[in-house]
């Protein structure tokens, strides 16, 4: 499966963004989804992630309660609500599948097979 992620762009602090995964390829059942984040000079984290029915979700500490993550099967795409950004959420912001996992959202990087390029996203003070 092949990911694009878009969406991306700046923002103030306190504003929205949605940002969108979309699947192309090996796009039938059963892929789960997993969004990360990186930093300029940090490790790429966990942000949030989702099974292939939506069944379970999974999301970061830093991000619950104003991340919201949703995806449309019949669109290929899962998206990321990113609501009350704050400046530390800059980062380039990365989608990810996984087969391997069919009930449980997993946060591990490791756990995810197919990654798309990224999209920036900047939040300004």
């Known amino acids: 499966v092949q990911l694009q992620a878009s969406g991306g762009g700046l923002v103030q602090a306190g504003g929205s963004l949605r940002l969108s995964c979309a699947a192309s390829?090996?796009?039938?059942?059963?892929?789960?989804v997993g969004w990360f984040r990186q930093a300029p000079g940090k490790e790429r984290e966990f942000v949030a992630a989702i099974t292939w029915s939506g069944g379970s979700t999974l999301y970061a500490d830093s991000v619950k309660g104003r991340f919201t993550v949703s995806r449309d099967n019949a669109k290929s795409t899962v998206y990321l609500q990113m609501n009350s950004l704050k400046p530390e959420d800059t980062a380039v912001y990365y989608c990810?599948?996984?087969?391997?996992?069919?009930?449980?959202?997993?946060?591990?990087?490791?756990?995810?097979?197919?990654w798309g390029q990224g999209t920036q996203v900047t939040v300004s003070s």
């Open positions: 990810a599948a996984t087969y391997r996992y069919i009930t449980t959202a997993q946060k591990r990087r490791e756990d995810y097979d197919y």
């Open positions: 390829g090996r796009t039938f059942g059963g892929y789960a």
